[in-house]
């Protein structure tokens, strides 16, 4: 089977300093990657390549099986769901204008808006009521799962999260890594997500992809980084971030 | 027979169309333009009069275009001003050069009303000083003359170089203005034209011009030849020096000091020469307040309309094009630059006098705050945000119409906003070429020295403003959506 994306060979420098040196990349169907790393890997940029934010400057994109082109991308973002770090949610619109922006735009009739709202919102855990708030009423970790909402809302088969819990504060987010991992599972949808927290990597990935300065450093399962490091800065980037035994939080 | 249709269907159509009568901005060629006009309805044809407009170009342009059919002029001013000394300023020496340019003289009416300079009686008899060479032996004399005498070819520096003056300080002034300064001492020598109220009313000494420099200026009304019927013709012509120097005197006082409607000043004295004269009319505040009003709102609401029509599309270009912004931005901030009253002159010859110029001007000037505001409202949308609308896979249109716009809509109705306000102001300057508003009471306020008459532009004026003002900030709660009135999301 084809990979749903292929990043084939893409680079990009930002001024003169590369972000990502040419790496080829494959995101399997039906998983959930993680682009792991500590910042300036380059991981945030692969993720805007695989949607179409950031064009490589070498190498190409396949987005099941096809190049994503300016031209081709409009239609494929359909089929693509993006939650960024802060949420993105347009301050303008309530949350259900922000849920249902572009399936209004489709002209997808209003009981099976309705009806996908409704399943949406009780995966993510959230009342009916936020419906009508606008983002400034909502916590943090509301804003999260809107933008959870938002970004499914046209039953995509690529899920991207950028750093989607980063700003939230540790019992927020290992709530939301809990429904996250639950919604994960019960989904036919291809996640990719990034984080620079290996902890939230192994819980919620299948394939973790460790990242260094714009290279892949290592591929594989949680227990392959942990048992079989590729190399010295693996070993001490898992070091660095694993939950001391006793359970202590870092 | 044909023929004989043809001059009925031509009659109806020329007398279908209004007559107009242009006068300048100062109170003789104000009354004479009511004169002229009273005349004519007393002939049975339909006139009205363009009062007060800017100066002699702005008429003679209007004149050319056929925006005026008619205006009081002098021929010291053809000569000098319009045809640039090139003429003799004599009736003889005119009428071919204003015949090339489609203008005939309908009527001499009697009286010359010449450039002399001026100072107050006491002063001019303590140093002595009768005629002009007598002022170059008091260089320490302050000038001020009125700005149209300062610029034209036979104004001041015409007579600087025919005389050598010595003195340095020289500045322009409204003429009017002019005479509170001599009054108030603050002044001690002017222009003045010899037939104003004020040298008798001030006391003022006119002084002689040694050196003949200033030419003739005999009062004429030009009519265009176009305009010309022979029903024109004949009810102008019955004003054939009708009108000595004494009684222009007497006239500008009537209307100057006395402070009595050149429309009622006109009907007077047509009366008294017995002469026919529609019935005067005298226009109430009220009435005068509706019509001003009326007027300068749709010199705004026009010209706001327009640069709204058009900056907003230029402020989105400006934005999505980085390059080609900075150009756009830069044009028309270079618009925003050019002094109001230039843009307003510089307007005439394409578009005539009235409403046109003066709103062509205020959309212009309107433009860059909302082309600004738009560019900074679209250009500033956090990256997230940006980043957030493009995943989504709009199409530009939708994204701008939903997304971008809205986002960017406090931004902008502020640039609305800033732009209303300066047109509200601006717009006043528009009764220079015409166009009425509240600029009208202004002008023949500031020309009458009539304070209640200037208030009653300039307090409608700053009312509409901060009424404007207000309307926007209602208008934001209705326009800018909740979410943007209320702290964002990254400022919790």
Known sequence: ?250 | MNAGLTVLVLALVLGAGEVRVGSKGFTESVVLGEIATRTLAASGIPAVHVRELGGTRILWEALQRGDLDIYPEYTGTLAEEIFSGGVPATLEGLRPALAAHGVEIAAVLGFSNGYALGMREPVAERLGIRRFSDLLRHPELRFAFSNEFLDRGDGWRALQRVYGFPQKDVRGMDHDLAYRGLESGAVDVTDLYSTDAEIRALGLRVLEDDRRHFPDYQAVLLLRSQAATPAVRAALAGLDSRISAPEMVALNARAKLDHVQEARVAAEFLQGAGLASAPAKTIGVAERLVVNLRDHLLLVAVALAGSVLVGLPLGILAARRARLGQVVLGAVGVLQTLPSLAILVLMIPLLGIGARPAIAALFLYGLLPVVRNTHAGLTGISGELREAAEALGLPGMTRLLRIDLPLASPSILAGVQTSAVICVGTATLGALVGAGGFGQPILTGIRLADVGLLLQGAVPAALLALAVQGGFELLGRWVVPRGLRLPGPDER
């Open chain 1, 1 to 250: 089977m084809t990979p749903l994306v292929l990043l084939d060979g893409v680079s990009r420098a930002y001024g003169g300093a590369a972000a990502v040196h040419p790496l080829t990349l494959a995101v399997a169907r039906g998983r959930t990657t993680v682009l792991v790393g500590p910042s300036g890997s380059g991981k945030s940029t692969l993720l805007r390549m695989m949607v179409g934010l950031v064009r490589p400057d070498t190498g190409r994109v396949l987005f099941d099986g096809r190049p994503l082109t300016q031209a081709s991308a409009p239609a494929e973002r359909l089929r693509m769901g993006l939650v960024l770090q802060g949420g993105g949610l347009f301050p303008h619109l309530t949350v259900e204008g922000n849920a249902t922006l572009v399936a209004r735009h489709l002209g997808w009739p209003e009981p099976r808006i309705r009806a996908r709202l409704d399943a949406l919102l009780a995966r993510v855990q959230l009342p009916r009521d936020v419906l009508g708030r606008i983002p400034a009423e909502l916590s943090g970790g509301q804003r999260q799962r809107v933008s959870l909402v938002r970004a499914l809302m046209l039953e995509p088969v690529l899920l991207l999260l950028d750093e989607a819990l980063g700003a939230l504060d540790p019992i927020i987010r290992s709530e939301l890594q809990d429904d996250l991992k639950a919604a994960f599972k019960s989904m036919e949808t291809t996640v990719v997500l990034v984080t620079h927290d290996l902890a939230e990597a192994a819980y919620l990935g299948d394939t973790l992809v460790l990242l260094r300065d714009g290279r892949i450093v290592q591929e594989g399962t949680a227990a392959d980084l942990v048992n079989h490091p590729a190399d010295p800065f693996v070993e001490h980037f898992v070091r660095a971030q694993r939950t001391l035994p006793g359970g202590a939080a870092r």
